[in-house]
C-alpha cells in the first residue's frame, strides 16, 4: 500500500512525496516457525522464553493444558493445533515456550523454534477475511520479510481469548 509522486522541473529540481497509509504500522517483533509457517510475536508482549521439559506440563479435569514457569502454571496455547499446521515438533522439549502476556492475561505459546528479533511493517489483512474470523482467531496482520517470505502477525489477547 501507499503512493510514491515524482514532480520533476528541469532547472529547478525534483520532488518526491511519499503517501504511506496509516493501516501501516512498524512493530518489534520475535520470529517464530511453526512447521513452514512464520509468525511474529511483538516483543512488547513477550516475557520470557525457554525449553521445557515434559514434566513441567500439567492438565485440568477439560484436559487443557498447563505449564510450570517459576512456581507458577499458566495455560498452554500449541500453535499448531490452534492453526492447525502439519508440524514435526509436537513434543515439548523439542520445540520452544514463549511465556507471553497482556495487560490482563499471561499465558504460554509453543512453537517449533525462534528465529531472531526483527523490525517488521505489519500490514493489514484483506477485509474478506474477516468472514471468516481470522483477527479473532489472533492474527492480526502479515509482514513481508526481507527474503520475501511471509510472518503473520500474532495478536496475543486475541489468541487467548480464541483458546
Do not use: W
Not at 520470529?31 to 516483543?43: L, Q
Amino acid at each position: 500500500g501507499g503512493d510514491v509522486a515524482i514532480d520533476s522541473t528541469p532547472g529547478k529540481g525534483t520532488k518526491i512525496v511519499f503517501k504511506i497509509p496509516l493501516t501501516l504500522a512498524i512493530i518489534n517483533g520475535m520470529k517464530i516457525s511453526v512447521g513452514d509457517t512464520m509468525f511474529t510475536v511483538p516483543i512488547k508482549n513477550i516475557r520470557q522464553s525457554f525449553k521445557a521439559a515434559d514434566s513441567s506440563i500439567l492438565y485440568d479435569t477439560d484436559m487443557r493444558e498447563f505449564i510450570l514457569v517459576r512456581n507458577r502454571y499458566y495455560p498452554l496455547v500449541r500453535l499448531h493445533k490452534a492453526y492447525h499446521i502439519d508440524t514435526k515438533v509436537t513434543d515439548i522439549a523439542g520445540g520452544i515456550v514463549i511465556l507471553v502476556g497482556t495487560h490482563d492475561s499471561s499465558f504460554c505459546i509453543f512453537a517449533d523454534a525462534l528465529l531472531g528479533e526483527q523490525q517488521v511493517v505489519v500490514k493489514s489483512l484483506p477485509s474478506y477475511l474477516n468472514q471468516f474470523g481470522v483477527r479473532k482467531s489472533g492474527i492480526d496482520g502479515c509482514a513481508i520479510l526481507g527474503d520475501g517470505s511471509i510472518s503473520l502477525i500474532l495478536n496475543v489477547q486475541n489468541l487467548y481469548n480464541a483458546s
